[in-house]
């Protein structure tokens, strides 16, 4: 009985945890199949409720042989990621912002929290969430947690909340972690905005308004460790310093 009610309070927190089992073609995911530059990578996502500092979702981004998205119960789509029992595949850049636009809005924040890992962890990760299967609605936490652990990560504790899994992966030496927010309306989102990086370093923010390509950026978004900007199609990007 407690547990029923347990989890009668948990599942509107975990509103964005809830969707379909998809298991496209092995064909169109090998076709789609992305590697990412540089070393392989473990990526912590977690959509946290900007009013509350409830966590909303839980993903987990592999990076090795190829990059893929472990986004359990999750409700993001496009086609040409496919998607097989909550893994996403083809995960370029371009792919990756729009899943992480798609999370980040006036109501929520996307904290990001890398680490570098060996090629082997990387490959034992994909193995993990290609043989995990599609996770029930509101197990988000539940299933990434479990994975962090099976692979070596102690400090994060089986749970269903995605805010504590993100607490306990910040204590993982190496982790490096960004927040995303999302503060402007987009044409392509209704009453969603664009995205806005924040780093220790500094300020990169991007808009998708359509202003003058030389409009200065607001003095709010500038900070310390800026020193240049650089605009592309419309957009403007503060990049930190080094």
């Known amino acids: 009985m407690l547990r029923a009610i347990a989890l009668s309070l948990l599942l509107p927190l975990l509103a964005a945890c809830g969707a379909d089992n998809v298991y496209a073609p092995m064909q169109e995911v090998q076709s789609r199949a992305y590697r990412a530059e540089g070393g392989p990578t473990l990526t912590l996502l977690t959509a946290i409720n900007n009013r509350t500092g409830s966590g909303g979702h839980s993903a987990l981004m592999v990076s090795g042989s190829q990059r893929v998205i472990f986004d359990p119960a999750g409700t993001w789509w496009h086609p040409t990621a496919p998607e097989r029992g909550d893994v996403i595949y083809g995960i370029t ?61 102690g400090k994060v504790r089986r749970s269903w909340y995605p805010d504590r899994i993100m607490k306990d992966f910040e204590t993982v030496q190496g982790v490096v972690r960004h927040e995303i927010r999302d503060d402007t309306v987009d044409e392509y989102s209704p009453g969603k905005p664009a995205s806005a990086r924040s780093r220790t370093t500094g300020w990169s923010t991007r808009t998708d308004r359509r202003d003058p390509l030389n409009e200065e950026p607001p003095a709010t978004l500038r900070s310390p460790g800026v020193d240049s900007v650089t605009r592309t199609s419309g957009r403007s990007y503060i990049i930190p310093s080094r």
């Open 93 to 153: 850049p371009t792919m990756l912002d729009f899943y992480i636009d798609y999370h980040a809005r006036p109501t929520y924040r996307v904290v990001s929290q890398e680490i570098s890992v060996s090629p082997e962890i990387a490959e034992r990760a994909l193995q993990l969430v290609e043989a995990h299967g599609p996770a029930a609605k509101a197990t988000c936490g539940q299933s990434v947690s479990g994975i962090l652990r099976e692979l070596g990560f």
